[in-house]
């Protein structure tokens, strides 16, 4: 039994394994049957924290690799895989997706020679009015075509989005799709927030990028109609009207977040379509309150706060009413969320899930 693993593979290496892969790429296109030729192991990465998609194919491969012989192919690959009868595929669709854009995911799935299971694997929510790179309407309809074909699909997802799919145009996946939740090592994610700053002088962290599935339109407004409190952005995309950035994408390393911690109190994030964003779990970890729409994927808890889009003047009482709290009020809230970080999002969870649906 092997596992073939399809997912984000980072680019990395020196010029000539970087132009190697490049020319193996291109002799895939053609058809050549390369797919055991080469490296086919995990690449490791020393950034901090990894990009969400990087740490997943990390994880995934060890986790499969420490049970069975496991091959580790890039999305975007065209190559056809030689599958054995007892294998198991596990892939992602191509991503960004475009009309007619294939890879080693959509090859093997409709190649006549199957392995024993074949399973997919996204993060992905069912808001088919969103427009963006990521995840929108085409992805969707592109992995509607690979349903009927496929075993399993792995969906990485919060509650509120597993909610709506019984409405949605894309009902039917249901009796395929797992619902996962994100995972972290909270080890990686110490605890750095443990005093808050006095009443009125808290202030308000968004982590991510500046882009329309983000829910930046109601970030802006909720804040500026919030009144003058310290307010601060890390990450990419244009820049944000009224909230000033503190950096684009860096190692969000222990020193880096403590001193953070010092100025910002609370991270919020407004997402209108936002599958599972690590970003909560790894405040949640640091100690931040975490303000999220439940379009973000989370529902309010004992230790995370919702805003909600078509209603503002409720969303703003809540970010005041979190600004006035009692100290030990918050400082309850972050060791319970720190708390459930630890148990719930886990990657020996998320892997429970994943073998034991495929029974290995």
């Given at each position: 039994m092997?596992?073939?693993?399809?997912?984000n593979?980072?680019?990395t290496?020196?010029?000539?394994?970087?132009?190697s892969r490049?020319?193996?790429?291109?002799?895939?296109?053609?058809?050549?049957?390369?797919?055991?030729?080469?490296?086919?192991?995990?690449?490791?990465?020393?950034?901090?924290?990894?990009?969400?998609?990087?740490?997943v194919?990390?994880?995934?491969?060890?986790?499969?690799?420490?049970?069975m012989?496991?091959?580790?192919?890039h999305?975007?690959?065209?190559?056809?895989?030689?599958?054995?009868?007892?294998?198991?595929?596990?892939?992602?669709?191509?991503?960004?997706f475009s009309?007619?854009?294939?890879?080693v995911?959509?090859l093997?799935?409709?190649q006549?020679?199957?392995?024993?299971v074949?399973?997919?694997i996204?993060?992905l929510?069912?808001?088919v009015?969103?427009?963006?790179?990521?995840?929108?309407?085409?992805?969707?309809?592109?992995?509607?075509?690979?349903?009927p074909?496929?075993?399993?699909?792995f969906?990485i997802?919060?509650?509120?989005?597993?909610n709506?799919w019984?409405s949605?145009?894309?009902?039917h996946?249901?009796?395929k799709m797992?619902?996962?939740?994100?995972?972290?090592?909270?080890?990686?994610?110490?605890?750095i927030?443990?005093?808050?700053?006095?009443?009125g002088?808290?202030?308000?962290?968004y982590?991510?990028?500046?882009?329309?599935?983000?829910?930046?339109?109601?970030?802006?407004?909720l804040?500026?109609?919030?009144g003058?409190?310290?307010?601060?952005?890390i990450?990419?995309?244009?820049?944000?009207p009224?909230i000033p950035?503190?950096?684009k994408?860096?190692?969000?390393?222990p020193e880096?977040?403590?001193?953070?911690?010092?100025c910002?109190?609370?991270?919020?994030?407004?997402?209108?379509?936002?599958?599972?964003p690590?970003?909560?779990?790894?405040?949640?970890?640091?100690?931040?309150?975490?303000?999220?729409?439940?379009?973000?994927?989370?529902?309010?808890?004992?230790?995370?706060?919702?805003?909600?889009?078509?209603?503002i003047?409720?969303?703003?009482d809540?970010?005041?009413e979190l600004?006035?709290a009692?100290?030990?009020?918050?400082?309850?809230?972050?060791?319970?969320?720190?708390?459930?970080?630890?148990?719930?999002?886990?990657?020996?969870?998320?892997?429970?899930t994943?073998?034991?649906?495929?029974?290995?």
């Open positions: 092997r596992c073939h693993l399809v997912y593979v980072p680019n290496g020196s010029k000539i394994i970087k132009i490049k020319i193996k790429t291109s002799l895939q296109y053609f058809g050549l049957p390369i797919s055991e030729i080469g490296n086919r192991q995990n690449i490791k990465v020393d950034s901090w924290p990894k990009r969400s998609p990087i740490s194919t990390e994880h995934l491969y060890s986790g499969f690799s420490s049970r012989p496991t091959l580790l192919y999305l975007s690959e065209r190559v056809r895989i030689r599958f054995k009868p007892d294998d198991i595929f596990i892939g992602h669709p191509i991503f960004p009309p007619g854009a294939v890879g995911t959509e093997s799935i409709n006549e020679l199957k392995s024993k074949f399973a997919i996204s993060p929510h069912c808001n009015e969103v427009k963006t790179h990521h995840i929108n309407k085409s992805y969707l309809d592109a992995i509607d075509r690979l349903i074909k496929i075993d399993v699909f969906v997802t919060g509650k509120y989005w597993w709506q019984d949605s145009p894309y009902s996946w249901k009796e797992i619902r996962l939740d994100m995972a972290i090592e909270a080890n990686n994610f110490p605890m927030k443990k005093r808050f700053n006095s009443p002088k808290r202030g308000y962290l982590i991510g990028r500046n882009d329309p599935m983000k829910g930046i339109g109601l970030l802006v407004k804040l500026s109609e919030l003058d409190y310290p307010l601060g952005w990450g990419t995309g244009p820049d944000i009224g950035r503190i950096s994408t860096r190692p969000l390393t880096f977040m403590k001193n953070i911690a010092k910002f109190d609370f991270f919020i994030t407004t997402g209108i379509a936002d599958p599972n690590t970003t909560i779990l790894e405040s949640m970890a640091w100690g931040f309150p975490v303000i999220c729409t439940p379009q973000s994927g989370y529902y309010e808890t004992p230790y995370i706060r919702n805003v909600f889009h078509d209603n003047q409720r969303s703003v809540i970010l005041k600004q006035f009692n100290e030990t009020e918050l400082t309850h809230i972050a060791e319970e969320a720190r708390f459930v970080v630890e148990r719930e999002y886990t990657w020996e969870k998320f892997f429970s994943i073998f034991s649906k495929l029974k290995i």
